[in-house]
């Protein structure tokens, strides 16, 4: 301040303003406290999560979120009624509940899940708190209530979830799903890991969250289940041993009902006997059918160990239909992405290879869980694209068990631009007196690369430009019927 000069003090103005600031504040604590799931957090965490929030408002039957949407905020509602709703196994879309003020949605993101499980869908005119996930979870450290919270919310919507996606559960009403998921223990799976072992006693059904397990008898596979599939019902309906072994494949989230918490659903529910009885015999004709069948358990064998059933696609090659020497369907892949993203030397099946390129893992994808910045995401063709997030830290390359992705450069350093800028830069290194920090965004230099299906094209290049019609996309059950 200048000599001589007297401070003027603050203006009543800029006090009444400062006031009405903190008033605004502590009103938007108060309102957290009134809302249902944030009714027990502690004042001083409310107070660091309303710094969070972002006011929304939607209109009545306006998506909030789609299925397989990748999830980067966590929902609480203010005002109005939320649809949550997924698909199971057979594709059918089943409600889980409408959720209203107080409820939060899409937790998914903060414990477990990048992509979202359920589609959330106003029914009315809605006003949400979003809460973006990153800036929550640097918090939730020192939020230790909200951090249980939110984890208590997440167990449940977990449970809500996996019965809505079991087809026999979905036939429950939405309140009798909600009683049976207080009875369910979530467990979860490293890579490999057994969960039931042939020929033990049975104590529990399993209900897959997500994840992917083979069943295997007399150590060969005969069959792969996955998220929205159960096991174990074999051995409680008839009161046997374990029919098989169940292994995991992929890092797998369970959820275990005892043995008589089943027994007294089904005394409850009896209609609920006949349909486990159902798929009880349709697997076990399907065990007697293919027990002399070596090429089952050769296809299945060869299917879990590269990771075949991991995606809802499989570029196949009819190598007969293939002219020695033609490489278009490479020539095509590299022209559009500037990468070789396939290798015609996958594996051979009948009368099919199947082409080495990514999976487009469903589930467990070991890309994914190593990404640190989140950048992969699902498009509606069942394709695992890269995003814009991607910084070409690698990370994901030594991750893939089948090496399908690349750590390449991007196209602008591929064009010599880079050795422009680095001159340019160290030009105006050598003119600078002061060490100065760089205000400019970094630019990234590489990207990570894989099979996407083409995503962002209409066509695929290589099945497009292949010339004979060797190679086709086809869906995993066209080569696995299992
Ligand atoms: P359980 O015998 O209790 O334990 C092993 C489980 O593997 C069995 O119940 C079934 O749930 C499951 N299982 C056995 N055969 C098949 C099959 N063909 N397809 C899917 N699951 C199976």
């Known amino acids: 301040m200048g000599k001589g000069k007297v401070s003027a003090g603050p203006k009543p103005s800029d006090i009444a303003r400062l006031e009405r600031q903190i008033q605004q504040r502590h009103d938007r604590i108060s309102a957290l406290s009134m809302l249902d799931c944030l009714r027990t957090a502690p004042t001083d965490e409310l107070e660091r999560l309303v710094d969070l929030c972002i006011l929304r408002a939607f209109p009545a039957h306006e998506a909030i979120i789609h299925h397989y949407d990748q999830q980067d905020s966590l929902y609480l509602i203010l005002q ?40 959330a869908y106003t029914e009315t005119n809605c006003y949400v708190l979003q809460l973006p996930i990153n800036d929550l979870r640097a918090m939730l450290p020192a939020t230790p209530t909200l951090n249980k919270l939110f984890h208590q919310i997440y167990l449940q919507r977990l449970a809500e979830f996996t019965l809505g996606r079991v087809p026999i559960f979905n036939h429950l009403e939405p309140r009798e799903r909600l009683a049976l998921t207080a009875l369910l223990q979530s467990c979860r799976y490293p890579r490999d890991s057994v969960v039931v072992t042939q020929g033990s006693p049975a104590d529990s059904l399993y209900l897959i969250e997500s994840g992917q397990v083979v069943v295997e008898h007399n150590n060969h596979p005969i069959a792969s289940l996955s998220e929205g599939d159960f096991f174990g019902e074999m ?29 007294r659903l089904l005394t409850q529910r009896p209609d609920l006997r006949p349909q486990f009885q159902h798929v009880l015999e349709r697997r076990r004709n399907l065990d007697e059918k293919f027990q002399d069948k070596q090429e089952r358990v050769q296809r299945l064998t060869v299917a879990v160990q590269y990771g075949l059933l991991r995606g809802r696609y499989l570029l196949v ?129 590489h990207r990570a690369d894989k099979c996407d299906l083409c995503h962002g094209y209409d066509d695929m290049a290589c099945v497009s430009q292949c010339p004979t019609g060797s190679l086709r996309l086809v869906p995993v059950e066209e080569i696995f019927p299992l």
């Open 317 to 445: 090659r009819t190598p007969e239909l293939c002219p020695p020497g033609c490489r278009i369907c490479e020539q095509a892949c590299v022209a559009r992405h500037h990468n070789l993203r396939l290798h015609l030397d996958g594996v051979r099946l009948g009368d099919v290879d199947i082409v080495d390129t990514c999976r487009q893992c469903r589930v467990g994808a070991e890309c994914v869980e190593a990404c640190p910045e989140d950048a992969f995401a699902w498009n509606d063709k069942g394709a695992l694209f890269i995003t814009d997030k991607c910084t070409g830290c690698g990370e994901c390359v030594p991750a893939c068990p089948y090496q399908a992705l690349d750590r390449v450069p991007r196209a602008s350093m591929q064009s010599g631009k880079l050795l422009l800028r680095l001159l340019g830069q160290a030009k105006r290194l050598q003119q600078m007196i002061r060490p100065v920090i760089p205000l400019e965004p970094v630019e990234y230099t």
């Open 80 to 119: 109005g009624k939320v649809r949550l709703t997924l698909h199971d196994k057979e594709g059918r879309e089943v409600l889980i509940g409408v959720f209203g003020r107080g409820d939060c949605y899409s937790t998914g993101a903060l414990f477990g899940n990048v992509f979202s499980r359920a589609g």
């Open 235 to 263: 051995s409680l309906l008839c009161d046997q041993p374990r029919s098989a072994t169940v292994r995991t494949l992929t890092p797998t989230t369970i959820l275990v009902l005892s043995a008589e918490e089943f027994e």
